[in-house]
C-alpha cells in the first residue's frame, strides 16, 4: 500500500473511532415505595460493534449522563482490544444516588431499564452484554439476567449470557468479582519483576515491603489491598469519599474489610489513625492506586504525588493535564485499558462458560484425577518391576505438596485465575515491548493505544470499513 494511501484509511478509522455506533438515551417512570412517581434517566452506548457482541459495564451514580457513558464506552473498546478479547466497546448507566433507593426501588428501576435496553437491541447474548461496574454488582445482574430471559429472550438457549457478573447459581463464574483486583495484581506482578521499568523509576524489583495507598474502597480496591498485602506489600492509606484512614506500619486486609461491611464506612476504624494531612494521595508511598471515580487526579494534585507507579483501578481517574505532569516526573502510569481489564477479561470467560452450557473444567475433571492417579501407580509398577516390590518401597512415590493440590485436577477457579494471569502476563509483556520498542520510556498508556489501535485497525481493515 502507498504512503497516501496508507495515511487516507488510517484517518479514515480514526475517525470511526471518534463516534459512537449507537448511543441510548432513555427516560421512564419508576413507582416509589411511598406511591409517588419518579422520572428516571438512563444510557446505553455502544462505542464499537466492529466485534460482537458489545462488552461494558452499567453504573449507577449521579454522575452519570451522555458524556460520561460515551467516553467510557470508547475506553472498553480499546481495553478489550489491548487484551485481545473478541468483543466490542460499550457502557450503560443510571442517574440516581443508589444508596437512596430500597431494594425494592433498585429492582424495579434496573428491571425496567433492562426492557428499555432490550426493546432498542442495547442488550443480548449476541448484541451487547452488561456487567457490573460502580454501585452495581451481582445482585443487579441477576435481575437483569432474569428480566431479559423472561422476556425478550424467553427462546433463546443462550438468554443468560446477556450480562456477566452474576451470581454463580444464575450462571455466574467463580472469581468474577475478585476478577479486576486480581487482574491489576496480576499485571503489576510483570511490571515490579521487570529490571528495566523498575530501574527507570527507582525502586527495587518485586513485592516485598512496597508501600502502597488506595483510593476507593469498593469492590475494586478491597480486592486490590487483598492480593498485594498476600505478597508482602504494605497498605498505609485508604481514601474513601467520606474519610481517609492511615497507619504506617500496615493497615490489616480482613479488619478494615470486614470494618467496612459491617459499619459501611473506613471511618473510626481501630486498626489505624484518622487521616489530618491536606491529601492522602500526596503522601510518600511506591505505588497509588485510584479505584474510586473519574477525573479525581488533577493537575492541582499532580505536582505533589510521590507515588512511583499508578496502576488505574478506576476508569479515567487521571485528567489528561495531571497525566501529563506525572509523566514528566516520569512516574509509571498503568492505564485504565490495560490495569483494569482483569474484570471484563473474566466476564468473557463468564459469557463462554454461558454459551457453552457447562462450566469450566466439568467434562475433563474427573479423566485428569484419574490419569494422574494413573501416572503415579505406573511409576510405582515400573519400579517394583525394576527392583521387586521390598527394594520399591525403599523409593516410596510420594506426591509433592504443589503436586497434591493439583492431583485432583482444575477447579473451574483454578481455571479462570490461570486463564486471567495468562492474558494479564501476555499483555503486560506485549506492552512492555511496544513501550521498549518505540521508545516510549513510561508512558504505558501511548503504548496501550498503540497496541490497541493496530488490532482495531487491521480487524476493520480486513472486513471493511463499509457496504
Ligand atoms: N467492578 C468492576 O469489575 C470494574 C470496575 N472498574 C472501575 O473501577 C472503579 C471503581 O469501581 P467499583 O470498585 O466497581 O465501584 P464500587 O462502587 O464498588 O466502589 C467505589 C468506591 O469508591 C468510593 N468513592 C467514590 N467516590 C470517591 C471519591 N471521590 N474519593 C474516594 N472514594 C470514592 C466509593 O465510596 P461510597 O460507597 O461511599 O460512594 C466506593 O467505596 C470505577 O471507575 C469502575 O469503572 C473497572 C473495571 C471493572
Ligand atoms: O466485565 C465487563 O464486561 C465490563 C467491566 C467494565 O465495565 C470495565 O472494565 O470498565
Given at each position: 500500500m502507498e504512503l497516501n494511501e496508507r495515511k487516507q484509511k488510517v484517518r479514515s478509522i480514526m475517525s470511526y473511532l471518534e463516534k459512537p455506533d449507537a448511543m441510548l438515551e432513555v427516560h421512564f417512570p419508576v413507582k416509589k415505595d411511598d406511591g409517588s412517581y419518579e422520572m428516571i434517566e438512563g444510557y446505553r452506548c455502544i462505542h464499537k460493534s466492529h466485534k460482537m457482541p458489545a462488552k461494558g459495564g452499567i453504573r449507577y451514580g449521579l454522575g452519570v449522563d451522555r458524556d460520561e457513558i460515551f467516553a467510557l464506552a470508547?475506553?472498553?473498546?480499546?481495553?478489550?482490544?489491548?487484551?485481545?478479547?473478541?468483543?466490542?466497546?460499550?457502557?450503560?448507566?443510571?442517574c440516581i444516588d443508589s444508596k437512596k433507593y430500597s431494594v425494592n426501588e433498585l429492582e424495579r428501576i434496573t428491571r425496567r431499564y433492562t426492557i428499555e435496553l432490550a426493546r432498542k437491541g442495547f442488550i443480548g447474548p449476541e448484541l451487547d452484554v452488561p456487567a457490573p461496574d460502580m454501585a452495581t454488582g451481582e445482585r443487579e445482574m441477576s435481575w437483569m439476567a432474569d428480566t431479559y430471559h423472561k422476556t425478550f429472550g424467553y427462546r433463546d438457549l443462550n438468554a443468560i449470557g446477556c450480562v456477566t457478573g452474576k451470581p454463580i447459581?444464575?450462571?455466574?463464574?467463580h472469581g468474577r468479582t475478585a476478577a479486576t483486583g486480581r487482574g491489576i495484581f496480576n499485571c503489576l506482578d510483570q511490571i515490579l519483576n521487570s529490571e528495566d521499568f523498575m530501574k527507570m523509576v527507582g525502586l527495587t524489583v518485586g513485592w516485598k515491603g512496597k508501600t502502597f495507598i488506595i483510593q476507593g474502597f469498593g469492590n475494586v480496591g478491597q480486592h486490590c489491598m487483598?492480593?498485594?498485602?498476600?505478597?508482602?506489600?504494605i497498605c498505609v492509606g485508604v481514601l474513601e469519599y467520606d474519610g481517609s484512614v492511615v497507619n504506617p506500619q500496615g493497615l490489616n486486609f480482613d479488619e478494615l474489610q470486614n470494618y467496612k461491611l459491617t459499619k459501611g464506612t473506613v471511618n473510626g476504624f481501630p486498626g489505624a489513625q484518622a487521616y489530618k494531612g491536606k491529601n492522602l494521595l500526596c503522601e510518600p508511598c511506591d505505588i497509588l492506586i485510584p479505584a474510586a471515580g473519574e477525573k479525581l487526579i488533577t493537575k492541582e494534585v499532580a505536582p505533589d504525588i510521590k507515588a512511583k507507579i499508578l496502576a488505574e483501578g478506576?476508569?479515567?481517574?487521571?485528567?489528561?493535564?495531571a497525566d501529563k505532569i506525572l509523566l514528566q516526573r516520569n512516574t509509571l502510569i498503568l492505564p485504565d485499558l490495560f490495569a483494569n481489564s482483569g474484570g471484563v477479561t473474566v466476564s468473557y470467560f463468564e459469557w463462554l462458560k454461558n454459551i457453552n452450557h457447562t462450566s469450566f473444567g466439568r467434562l475433563t475433571f474427573k479423566y485428569e484425577q484419574d490419569s494422574n492417579y494413573m501416572l503415579l501407580k505406573s511409576v510405582q509398577?515400573?519400579?517394583?518391576?525394576?527392583?521387586g516390590q521390598d527394594g520399591a518401597k525403599k523409593i516410596p512415590i510420594v506426591p509433592s505438596e504443589d503436586f497434591k493440590k493439583r492431583i485432583a485436577g482444575a477447579s473451574e477457579k483454578d481455571i479462570v485465575h490461570s486463564g486471567l494471569a495468562y492474558t494479564m502476563e501476555r499483555s503486560a509483556k506485549a506492552l512492555m515491548t511496544t513501550a521498549k520498542e518505540f521508545k516510549l520510556g513510561t508512558d504505558f498508556r501511548t503504548a496501550a493505544?498503540?497496541?490497541?489501535?493496530?488490532k482495531i485497525f487491521h480487524t476493520v481493515t480486513e472486513a471493511g470499513l463499509t457496504f
Open positions: 470508547t475506553i472498553m473498546t480499546y481495553k478489550c482490544a489491548a487484551v485481545g478479547l473478541p468483543y466490542g466497546g460499550s457502557k450503560g448507566g443510571i447459581n444464575q450462571g455466574g463464574i487483598r492480593y498485594f498485602c498476600r505478597m508482602g506489600a478506576a476508569n479515567g481517574p487521571i485528567t489528561p493535564a509398577d515400573s519400579l517394583e518391576k525394576h527392583f493505544y498503540v497496541s490497541s489501535i493496530e
